[in-house]
C-alpha cells in the first residue's frame, strides 16, 4: 500500500466492460490525467502477431502512453488466468517502484476478476495426466462428452463456459475431477486472503442496439486494416484445433473461406454475429461482478475517474 500511496491515489483503476465499448480510448485519457501507464487486461493481446484481430493498441495510443502487458508469448504457448497474476503482480510493482500508477484496460472478465478479488491458484493443482487425457479423448470422440460431464459436476459452467471454448472445458473438467467442490467452491477457497492490491473497477454503459452498431463498425474498420490476412497467418501455423488462439473470435471465422468452403462475405457477418454475441457475454459477467462502476455513455466526456481512488 505504500508504494501506492506514493502515486498519490489509494486504489489501481481497471476500466472494463464489452467489446468495442471505448475502453482503449478512456484509459488513455485516464492514463494522462492520472499520471499512469496502461495495463492490457485482455487474453487475446498477450499473443504476439495477432493485432488487428484483437484490436490492440494503435503505434500512435502506445507513443500517447505506454502500454504493457501484450504481445507476452506466441500463439502455440499455453496461457491461463495464472499466468497473467504472474505478469500483472510482476509489472504492477515495477510501475509503482516508480511511483507510476498502473491503469489496467480490457474486456476478459477472469483476468479482471482473478485481479478485483485476489485469486490464488497455488492451492488448486490440475492433475496433467489427467488434463492430457481428456485432450486425447477430445482428438478422438470431439467435446461433446467431455462437455457433458463438466455440467454433470457443477453446472453452472454451462452459463460461464461455451463449448467451443475446448481447452477450457477440458482444463476445468481436470481441475473439478482432481479436488473436491465446483468451480465456485475453488474460487472461494482461492480468495481467502483477500486482493493483493486495492482495485476499483469502471465499464461504458451503451445502450445494447448502439454497442452492436459500434461492433459491426468495428468489424468493417478490421477488414480494412487486414484481418484476413492475420487470419490467413496463423491459419498457416498448423496449429492445434484447442489452441487458444486458434479459437479466438475475430481469426476462427475466417477458416471456412480460408479453405474454400464459404463466402467471405458469409463470414464477415458471422463474425459481426459472433463478436455481438461475446460482447452479450460479457455484459452478464460484468453484471453480474461486485463493485462495477458503470459510466454512462452519455457522460462518457465529464466523467471523473480520480474522484474513486
Not at 498448423?238 to 463466402?263: N, R, V, W
Amino acid at each position: 500500500m505504500q508504494k501506492l500511496e506514493k502515486t498519490g491515489y489509494k486504489a489501481i483503476p481497471i476500466i472494463c466492460g464489452p467489446t468495442a465499448s471505448g475502453k482503449t480510448s478512456l484509459s488513455i485519457r485516464a492514463a494522462k490525467e492520472l499520471r499512469g501507464e496502461i495495463c492490457c487486461c485482455d487474453s487475446m493481446q498477450i499473443y504476439r502477431h495477432l493485432d488487428v484481430g484483437t484490436a490492440k493498441p494503435t503505434e500512435e495510443e502506445k507513443r500517447e502512453v505506454p502500454h504493457h502487458l501484450i504481445d507476452l508469448v506466441e500463439p502455440d504457448q499455453p496461457f491461463n488466468v495464472a499466468s497473467y497474476l504472474d505478469h500483472a503482480y510482476e509489472k504492477i510493482e515495477e510501475l509503482l517502484s516508480r511511483n507510476v500508477l498502473p491503469v489496467f484496460c480490457g474486456g476478459t472478465g477472469q483476468y479482471v476478476q482473478a485481479l478485483q478479488k485476489g485469486f490464488d491458484f497455488s492451492g488448486a493443482p490440475v492433475d496433467r495426466e489427467k488434463e492430457e487425457a481428456l485432450r486425447l479423448e477430445f482428438e478422438r470422440d470431439g467435446i461433446d462428452g467431455i462437455y457433458s460431464r463438466l455440467i454433470a459436476l457443477d453446472p453452472d459452467c454451462m452459463e460461464k463456459i461455451h463449448p467451443n471454448n475446448t481447452k477450457r472445458v477440458i482444463h476445468t473438467l481436470a481441475l473439478l475431477e482432481t479436488v473436491s467442490g465446483t468451480t465456485k467452491d475453488i474460487r472461494e477457497a482461492s480468495t481467502q486472503n483477500g486482493p493483493r492490491y486495492p482495485f476499483v473497477l469502471f465499464a461504458i454503459d451503451w445502450p445494447r442496439e448502439v454497442l452492436y452498431q459500434r461492433i459491426d463498425l468495428r468489424v468493417d474498420i478490421m477488414m480494412k486494416d487486414g484481418i484476413l490476412e492475420e487470419a490467413e497467418w496463423l491459419f498457416k501455423q498448423d496449429l492445434p484445433s484447442d489452441c487458444t488462439a486458434m479459437q479466438a473470435i475475430g481469426y476462427k471465422e475466417f477458416f471456412p473461406y480460408l479453405k474454400g468452403e464459404s463466402s467471405l462475405e458469409t463470414c464477415v457477418d458471422l463474425l459481426k454475429q459472433h463478436s455481438r454475441n461475446y460482447a452479450k457475454r460479457q455484459l452478464t459477467w460484468f453484471r453480474h461482478m461486485d463493485d462495477v462502476n458503470w459510466i454512462p455513455s452519455d457522460q462518457l466526456g465529464e466523467y471523473k475517474i480520480d474522484s474513486f481512488l
